[in-house]
């Protein structure tokens, strides 16, 4: 049996909030390219960043709203979302509370907007903390599955129809028997993520270049219109316009952008593997760092 909350809502909240991540983010762009570059043109390319990056965290948020479902059979009770499973047994499950006659929730952590909400909150009356999973807009539409160490709150659409079907399959009794447990989205789950040294040579790595671009940025209006930009690989000096400058921390954000996903990759079969491609983007910056430095002491 898979139940669908109404999503609608939420998910039109969604995209709503990605369009205006997107819209803002090209409005920043058309006013960039209208100005020569400065330190303020540096300061409009990292909020467009972050805008970026806003747009991708919410798109995927509405994903996960548009994909919400709940799966009961026998055994379980699977809720899914962009990708993650909360596997709840139907025989710990050892009372349903409607959202009318819970109190209000109080402390909620994690990610909510008018029909959705993922994340974790406190209940008066429940005496484990809550996990919710639900597409609701009203705490009416809740409904509390309370087992020992935890409750889940859900939206079903016929909280009295869903309750009689898990009834039912409580009667009948499980086939296999599992405890509760999650399946996350395989990426949240790669080893990168919590090792510490890899993670600590990729933010070096990107903080390098991000100054790059901040130091180009503050010096190209002082700059003369033509300079001597020298390669970070060799001695030479190869004369060009001095926006021609912002081709080199360009080039190592690319660089960046490929090693750091070969890494991660690889770090997943061979922890040692997997620092050296991140190693080689740290050096990359550093070469353009100096390049830079060459570059305006020549001037």
Known sequence: MVIRPPRRTGTIIGVLLVATCLIIDLGLAWQAGLHPVSL?????????????GGAALFAYWTVGCWSLRYHLDRNRIEISWAGNTQHIPVRDIQRLVPGALAARYSRFRGLRWPGYAIGSASVPGLAVEVLFFSAHLRREQLLYLV??????????????AFTNELRLRQRLGPIDKFDAHVHRWPVWELPAWHDIALI?????????????????TLLLPALPAELAVPSPFDLAAHPAVKTDLLALPLAGLALYVVNAAAGVALHLRERFAGYLFPSGALL???LLWAATVRAVTLT
């Open 147 to 160: 087992t020992p160490r935890l409750a889940y709150a859900i939206s079903v659409p016929d909280q009295a």
């Open 200 to 216: 600590a040579l990729l933010v070096t790595g990107l903080a390098l270049n991000v100054g790059l671009f901040a130091f180009q």
């Open 40 to 52: 303020a043109s540096f300061v409009a390319g990292m909020v467009g960043a972050l805008l970026l």
């Open 284 to 286: 990359v910056q550093c």
